[in-house]
C-alpha cells in the first residue's frame, strides 16, 4: 500500500523544481501565436463548463500568461499548462494543437476521461520534463518514443489508468527520475534497462501483471539513486533480486503480494540507514527475525512502516527502541506465547496501527499500557483469553473477534469506544451482558458481538445514528427487540438471530428491508418478516 500524503509530497516536489529551474518566470506578454494556439486547444477539447476552473475563462481578452493554468516564460512563450481536473472528455490527436505548443517543459492533465490511447506526439516536445496523466480512463500500449527519445524528462506519472503490454525499454531518458506505472495492467518482465538510468529516484509498479523472476545479470546497474521501489501487487517470483540490496540510499521497499520465494534474514535490511517502509507480506517468503541473536533490531532508526504478513515468522523483531515506527503488521504467521508489553512502547507512544491477527498468541504480557494514538488495533483470530483488554480512546478500528477471552465485557466499556468505527469481538466465548455504556460508542459504523455466550437484554442504542450493521446473532439474549433500533436511519445490516428474544419485531422503514433470516431462531418473536404473527389478547 502506498503512503499516499509522501507520494504526492513527492511529485509537487518535481513539479515546484520546475519552477526553481525557471527563476524568471512571469505573466508577461503572451505572444499572439501562443494565444491563438490556446483558443484553438479550448475549441478542440470537450469540456463540461460548469466544472471547469481555468479552460473556461480562456477568451480573446486578456494576456493568455495569467489564464487559469497556464504558465510562460519571460519571452511570452507557453511552457507549462496544468489542465488537472478540467473536465476533459476525449483524447488528443497528433494534430491537436497542444502538440504545437513546441515550448511546453510542464504538462498536467490529471483526472481527466481522455479515454483514447496515449499520443506518441508527447515524444516530439524537445523541452519536455514533466508529464502527468494520472487517472485519464487511457488504454492500450505505453508509446516507446517517449521512454526512448524524451532526453529531457524528469517525471512521468501514468498513475490508474488501463493501460496494457510490456514496459518498453528505456533509452536516452537519462533525466528521469520518476516513474509511477501503478494501477494500470502491464504485463512482461520488470523492465531491466530500468536499472541503467543514472538519475532514477522514485519507482511505483504497484498493481500490474507484471511477472518473471528478476535477475538484474548482465545489466550494468547504475541507478544507485533509487530511493523508493514499489513492485507490490504483481506476479514477480523467484528470490528477492540482488540489485536492491546495492542501492545505498533506498528508503521505501515494497514487495507485497507477488510471489518472491526464499529465506530471508530481517537484519539484513538493517543496512539501509535511510529505510522508512518495508513491506515484504503475502509472498511465498520465510522471514526470520533476529536470526542474529541481537537484543535489539538493526533496523534502521527512520523506520516508519513495517508490514510482514504471511512471512512464516516465528519470532517478532526487538523493536521498542525504534522510536519513529507508526505502523506494524505482523499478521498471519506462526507467532505463539505472549504479546511483548515492549510492543506497546514502539514509536514511543506514537503507534498508530498494529496488526497481530491470525497468529497463535494466548494473553497479554503485563504490564502494558496501550499507546494513546493507537487508531487501528486488530487482535483477531489468535487464542487471547482472561480479560478483555480495555482500548485507547482514540481506536477506531478495534477487531477482537476469534479468540478465547471466555470473560465479559467491561461495564465501561462504551465509554472508551466513542471514537470507535468498527468493533467486533465475535466468536470469542465472550460472557455476561451487553453493558449499558455500548450505547455511547456513538461513532460506531459496525458492532458484532456475535457467536458468544452473552446474556440479558438489548441495550437501548438509538443514539448510535451512524451504525451501519448490527450482528448479536447466536447468543442467548432475551427480551424484546428495542423500538429506537427501528429508528437508525443508516443500519443497513441487522443480525439478531438464535437468541431467545420475545415479542413483537418493531416496525419502521429500516425494517421492512431485512428478511426472516435477520430474526429467525427465536421462538418467541412474532410479527414480520417471520410468518408467526402476534396474538394480541382481549380484556
Known sequence: MRIQSSYWLLFLYFFASF??????????????????????????????????TKLVGWNQSGDCCGWGGVTCDKSGHVIGLDLNHESISGGFNGSSSLFRLKNLSVILLDENTLSSQIPESFANFQNLT????????????????????????????????????????????????FLDLSYNSLTGDFPESLLTLPSIEYVYLSNNRLSGQISGKG?????????NLDLSRNKFEGPIPEFIFKLPVLSTLMLSENNFNGVVDLETFGKFKELYALELSYNDLT????????????????????????????????????????????????????????????????????????????????????????????????YLKG??????????????????????????????????????????????????????????????????????????????KDLQSLDLSVNKLNGSIPEEIATLGSLSFLNVSYN????????????????????????????????????IKRI
Not at 490508474?160 to 536516452?172: A, H
Not at 478465547?404 to 465475535?426: K, Q
Open 19 to 52: 519552477f526553481r529551474l525557471h527563476p524568471t518566470l512571469v505573466s508577461g506578454q503572451c505572444l499572439d501565436n501562443q494565444k491563438s494556439l490556446l483558443l484553438s486547444l479550448k475549441n478542440e477539447l470537450k469540456f463540461d463548463s460548469s466544472l471547469s
Open 130 to 177: 514533466v508529464l502527468s496523466l494520472r487517472a485519464c480512463n487511457l488504454s492500450g500500449p505505453l508509446p516507446k518514443k517517449i521512454f526512448q527519445g524524451s532526453r529531457n524528462l524528469a517525471s512521468l506519472n501514468l498513475y490508474q489508468n488501463n493501460l496494457t503490454g510490456g514496459i518498453p525499454s528505456f533509452q536516452g531518458v537519462n533525466s528521469l527520475q
Open 219 to 227: 545489466i550494468v546497474v547504475s541507478s544507485y539513486k533509487i530511493r
Open 287 to 382: 522471514v526470520k527475525a533476529n536470526a542474529t541473536k541481537s537484543s535489539i533490531s538493526s533496523l534502521s532508526d527512520q523506520l516508519n512502516t513495517l508490514k510482514l504478513a504471511s512471512c512464516k515468522m516465528q519470532e517478532l523483531p526487538i523493536l521498542k527502541n525504534h522510536s519513529r515506527l507508526m505502523m506494524l503488521d505482523f499478521s498471519d504467521n506462526e507467532l505463539t506465547g505472549e504479546i511483548p508489553n515492549w510492543i506497546w512502547e514502539v514509536g514511543n507512544g506514537y503507534l498508530r496501527f498494529l496488526n497481530l491477527s491470525q497468529n497463535r498468541f494466548s494473553n497479554l504480557q503485563k504490564p502494558y499500557t496501550f499507546p494513546f494514538l493507537l487508531d487501528v488495533l486488530d487482535l483477531h483470530s489468535n
Open 387 to 464: 480479560e478483555i483488554p480495555v482500548p485507547p480512546r482514540r481506536v477506531y478500528h478495534l477487531d477482537y473477534s476469534s479468540n478465547n477471552f471466555g470473560s465479559s465485557i467491561p461495564f465501561d466499556f462504551g465509554n472508551v469506544l466513542r471514537s470507535t468505527l468498527f468493533f467486533s469481538i465475535a466468536k470469542s466465548k465472550v460472557v455476561g451482558v451487553i453493558p449499558q455504556s455500548i450505547r455511547n460508542a456513538t461513532s460506531l459504523r459496525t458492532l458484532d458481538l456475535s457467536h458468544n455466550t452473552l446474556t440479558g437484554p438489548i441495550p437501548a442504542i438509538g443514539n448510535l
Open 500 to 535: 431467545h428474544l420475545s415479542g413483537k419485531i418493531p416496525q419502521g422503514s429500516k425494517f421492512q428491508m431485512f428478511t426472516e433470516l435477520s430474526f429467525e431462531g427465536n421462538k418467541e418473536l412474532c410479527g414480520a418478516p417471520l410468518k408467526k404473527s402476534c396474538n
